[in-house]
């Protein structure tokens, strides 16, 4: 069975800066893997998708993630964040073998606050 | 045009009563999901249907009772609301049960009283 782990459940950070936010999943096949962004009283948004090639995958909004198999691991990253990225950031996964019936599965999200 | 849209955006209740919520998607997708987020932010799937049959059914009680007239619709009817029923409801769908992108709608927001 698949799991997400996002260890940051808050991040608050000045505005200009950059921002890391991690995630680890657990898997015993290959994966998909995903980050979303849920704005205040929104649905959830795709910001960038990691299905196979290029490890480093980028998004939108300025936004990118680097896929590393070893460490299990697919943290977002931004060079310079905005008050416009104040949102709920979550990592979903989805076992990757495309036998079908496939489900994502979410982290339980981290909160990424601006200060501006 | 709205990809994914829900009504209602909000739901209030009281205990006992049976409700509905509707899902349309114009992406012409074949799978549509049901997920529940709580109060903590948690989202976890309920349902997902391909081409209008039911081919994912998590730990859900059966007061929740998914319905797809057609592969573009996905409504959630529930019977006998419970306060623990309280959540946003997201509804989403995606091209095919390969689940390589899921899309979302704006959520219902579900208070039960």
């Known amino acids: 069975a698949q799991s997400v782990t996002q260890l940051d459940s808050q991040v608050p950070v000045f505005e200009e800066a950059p921002v890391e936010l991690r995630c680890n999943y657990s898997s015993s096949v290959s994966v998909y893997l995903f980050w979303y962004v849920q704005y205040p009283n929104q649905g959830l948004q795709l910001l960038l998708k990691y299905l196979s090639g290029s490890t480093l995958v980028k998004g939108i909004n300025g936004f990118e993630a680097e896929f590393n198999k070893s460490q299990t691991s697919f943290h977002l990253r931004k060079p310079s964040v905005h008050i416009s990225d104040t949102a709920e950031y979550f990592c979903a996964v989805s076992e990757g073998d495309l036998g079908g019936n496939e489900k994502l599965t979410f982290g339980t999200g981290t909160r990424l606050t601006i200060i501006p | 045009d709205t990809a994914v849209s829900q009504t209602p955006k909000y739901l209030v209740t009281q205990m006992g009563n049976d409700k509905s919520i509707k899902c349309e998607q114009n992406?012409?997708?074949?799978?549509m999901y049901w997920y529940k987020q709580d109060s903590k932010k948690f989202l976890k799937i309920m349902f997902s249907?391909?081409?209008?049959?039911?081919?994912i059914n998590e730990t859900v009680p059966n007061r929740f009772s998914p319905k797809s007239p057609d592969k573009a619709h996905l409504n959630l009817h529930i019977n006998s609301l419970e306060l623990g029923d309280s959540a946003v409801y997201f509804c989403a769908s995606s091209q095919d049960d390969t689940n390589t992108e899921a899309f979302f709608g704006q959520g219902t927001r579900l208070t039960v009283v």
């Open positions: 249907y391909n081409n209008k049959e039911l081919i």
């Open positions: 992406l012409g997708h074949d799978t």
